[in-house]
């Protein structure tokens, strides 16, 4: 059983940042390919990057260059260094772990960007 654990949310100003990270157990962390979305109130839960177990990654068009998805196998976290935050990114952030046909959530930390 995988278990992903997410930290690093809370409130923050417009313009400012915050580093998530997602902890996992029970796994070969490096095999799996990880990402992190978000779910804002009343709307669907969208990818917003993913890093392969190679390191290859992908970014939504609306954090590239703000945005860093990053992943130590050494501890089993995956990190999303936030940058230049703006309201619009205010939601709850969730952790995926997807290897083939199985894929694990985590219980997800809120960010909220006041402006």
């Known amino acids: 059983q995988v278990q992903l654990v997410e930290s690093g949310g809370g409130l923050v100003q417009a313009g400012g940042s915050l580093r998530l990270s997602c902890s996992a157990s029970?796994?070969?962390?490096?095999?799996?390919?990880m990402g992190w979305y978000r779910q804002a109130p009343g709307k669907q839960r969208d990818l917003v990057a993913q890093?392969?177990?190679?390191?290859?990654?992908y970014y939504v068009d609306s954090v590239k260059g703000r945005f860093t998805i990053s992943r130590d196998n050494v501890k089993s976290t995956v990190y999303l260094q936030m940058n230049s935050l703006k309201p619009e990114d205010t939601a709850v952030y969730y952790c995926?772990?997807?290897?083939?046909?199985?894929?694990?959530w985590g219980q997800g930390t809120q960010v909220t960007v006041s402006s």
């Open positions: 029970g796994t070969i962390f490096s095999r799996f390919y």
């Open positions: 890093i392969s177990s190679s390191s290859n990654i």
């Open positions: 995926r772990a997807r290897l083939g046909l199985a894929e694990y």
